[in-house]
């Protein structure tokens, strides 16, 4: 079965600092993944995925299938950045359906 | 365009009671899936619906059940309720059954007394 870990809860950067934040997982085959995030008293949604290769609002993630890591990195953090990010992953079937880590949640400090 | 909308928001219940929440999917998108999820937890997938069956399902009991309409609206019924089915329901629709043009909803945060 395949599992996503999220080693950080919490993360907390100053602004402009460079953020990383981290994502392992594991599964045997080639899984789709994603970045999900959730500011204050907004909904779930994507941020990003590996397959389109594009940056958001500065952010960018790199599949490493040696490494079965996904880490998200913004060289720049700001402030709008703070809110709880999960990684998830997605295998081929007929559902679909996300295999979330437990999310991280980075404050952008002043 | 609407997006997803949840109901009711709160509920709270009684251990061995059954609930019944409900998910509108965004305009035009035909597979609703839900998810549970803990406190301190990411979103856990229950099951899939599309078609109006369901397509796929997590590692949940039989006593999570759910229903598909022919307008893509969807309920998540949960029988027998446990303490530990208190989380936050979350519903997220799609155009087909791929993982990756999810909306979610607010959710329904469920709690069992």
């Known amino acids: 079965a395949q599992r996503v870990t999220q080693p950080e809860k919490l993360l907390s950067v100053f602004k402009g600092a460079p953020v990383e934040l981290k994502c392992n997982y594991s599964?045997?085959?080639?899984?789709?993944l994603f970045w999900y995030v959730q500011y204050s008293r907004q909904r779930l949604q994507l941020l990003l995925r590996h397959i389109s290769r594009e940056s958001i609002k500065g952010f960018t993630a790199d599949l490493n299938k040696g490494e079965t890591s996904f880490h998200l990195k913004k060289p720049f953090a700001q402030e709008e950045d703070s809110a709880m990010y999960y990684c998830?992953?997605?295998?081929?079937?007929?559902?679909?359906?996300?295999?979330f880590g437990s999310g991280t949640q980075l404050t952008v400090l002043p | 365009e609407t997006g997803v909308t949840q109901s009711p928001t709160h509920l709270i219940k009684t251990r061995g009671q059954q609930v019944t929440l409900r998910c509108s999917s965004q305009?035009?998108?035909?597979?609703v899936s839900w998810y549970q999820q803990a406190l301190g937890q990411g979103p856990q997938f229950i099951f899939q619906y599309y078609r109006e069956e369901e397509n796929g399902r997590g590692n949940f009991p039989p006593r999570f059940s759910g229903l598909q309409f022919p307008n893509y609206s969807s309920e998540l019924n949960v029988n027998a309720l446990e303490l530990d089915d208190s989380a936050l329901y979350l519903c997220?629709?799609?155009?087909?059954?791929?993982?990756?043009?999810?909306?979610f909803g607010s959710g329904t945060r469920l709690t069992v007394v």
């Open positions: 305009s035009g998108h035909n597979t």
């Open positions: 998830a992953l997605s295998v081929w079937g007929s559902a679909r359906q996300l295999t």
């Open positions: 997220a629709s799609s155009i087909g059954t791929g993982g990756y043009g999810y909306t």
């Open positions: 599964y045997s085959g080639s899984p789709e």
